[in-house]
């Protein structure tokens, strides 16, 4: 097993045993940078998912809504008139109704939270609560009744099923809990029916947020979306994932949150290489004489290049296995604390092997005091 090894790289671990103490710290500063990076990454794709969550959800081809609407959280009403406008298309196969609005949730405490009601049409086919743990969607058939998520209970004061409280002045009782469904402006989401988000927050009878479109099986969305926009005025339709991209897009853009988290992801790399290339060169500065004697018995710049690189290689693979360790605990603390982080393995694997080539890259910044080293000025000393 051991006669497999290379001998430069049992060299390059030998050497950074002798040197433990600083290998210890470069791989400490490597695991902070993989901690940084993963964490800033995971948080800013969770912020993402946040943001389309509910239009990702759902089955529809195409999303109606009020002209000027710039995201799916900040919508305008419009008249029930535009539903049998759509409806009246050819190729829409089925529509339903959709309320999206605020309200004033009363705490047990006399205080108020504002969640995010979504009123859904009685068994609707493209959208619904989706990760119910407790309750069913059928409990909205009963009056005033809400479906919300477990992670907001304590912010709203909700002890159970059958919590009662008010919405803007109305009396509504929590029958069901969703896992998971989380909004980008972190207000609680809250299910209900059409008729009860209508009441919860002071729209007319006759007003709607949204329109889900469902297309015949033969029809072109594109086509659809010519002859929506032409034929009914004062409307924008998207396909679910133009609307997706456009919320995504716009929070990204208009809060700064993926300039802010990804220059912590890129810092925390910067650290990372920083650390390791300080390292190498305070080692090879420490064993200049060691390196001349090497050369000077005929071993290779070649050969020294290599010994190095695997030394920059050990410490950022024992860096990434520590940070990513350290990120998987506290990646759950942060989920459990109602902020929502993602990590898809894709990503964690890229993310580490760009960490590792740039550990490896820093290298070459050390490696050079070792390449311009004359064997006998080592000895001369």
Not at 89 to 97: C, D, L, T, Y
Not at 227 to 252: C, H, L, P
Not at 342 to 367: D, G, R
Request: hydrophobic share 45%; proline share 2%.
């Amino acid at each position: 097993m051991m006669n497999s090894i290379s001998p430069s790289f049992l060299f390059a671990f030998k050497s950074l045993l002798h040197d433990r103490v600083k290998a210890i710290a470069a791989i400490l500063g490597i695991s902070f940078s993989v901690l940084l990076s993963l964490i800033q990454t995971g948080m800013y794709l969770g912020y993402m998912e946040n943001a389309s969550s509910v239009i990702d959800h759902s089955t529809a081809d195409l999303w109606v809504m009020k002209q000027g609407t710039e995201n799916f959280d900040v919508a305008q009403a419009m008249d029930e008139r535009y539903y049998y406008k759509v409806y009246s298309i050819s190729g829409v196969a089925r529509v339903e109704k959709m309320i999206l609005g605020g309200t004033f949730w009363k705490t047990p405490k006399g205080g108020f939270e504002g969640p995010q009601v979504i009123g859904l049409e009685r068994d609707p086919q493209m959208l619904r609560p989706w990760n119910i743990v407790e309750g069913s969607f059928e409990v909205l058939e009963k009056e005033r009744s809400v479906i919300m998520d477990r992670t907001d209970m304590k912010k709203l004061g909700v002890e159970g099923l059958g919590h009662r409280t008010e919405m803007w002045g109305q009396r509504a009782t929590v029958r069901g809990f969703t896992e998971g469904i989380r909004s980008f402006i972190t207000a609680p989401v809250v299910f209900t029916s059409l008729k009860d988000a209508r009441r919860f927050c002071h729209l007319e009878e006759n007003q709607v947020v949204y329109l889900l479109v469902k297309l015949d099986s033969q029809a072109s969305p594109e086509r659809v979306k010519k002859e929506m926009k032409e034929g009914v005025k004062n409307i924008d339709v998207y396909t679910r994932q133009e609307f997706s991209a456009r919320t995504r897009n716009y929070w990204s853009r208009t809060t700064g949150v993926g300039v802010a988290l990804f220059t912590s992801a890129f810092m925390g790399m910067v650290i990372g290489v920083g650390v390791v290339s300080l390292t190498l060169y305070m080692s090879i500065s420490d064993h200049l004489k060691e390196y001349g004697t090497l050369k000077a018995v005929g071993v290779s710049n070649q050969r020294v290049i290599t010994l190095i690189g695997y030394q920059s290689l050990l410490l950022g693979f024992l860096g990434c296995l520590l940070g990513y360790g350290a990120t998987w605990i506290l990646t759950r603390g942060i989920v459990a604390s109602g902020i929502n982080v993602i990590l898809p393995a894709k990503t964690v694997t890229t993310l580490l092997s760009m960490i590792l080539l740039l550990c490896y890259l820093s290298s070459f910044l050390a490696v050079r005091k070792v390449l311009k080293l004359e064997p006998i000025l080592v000895f001369q000393r």
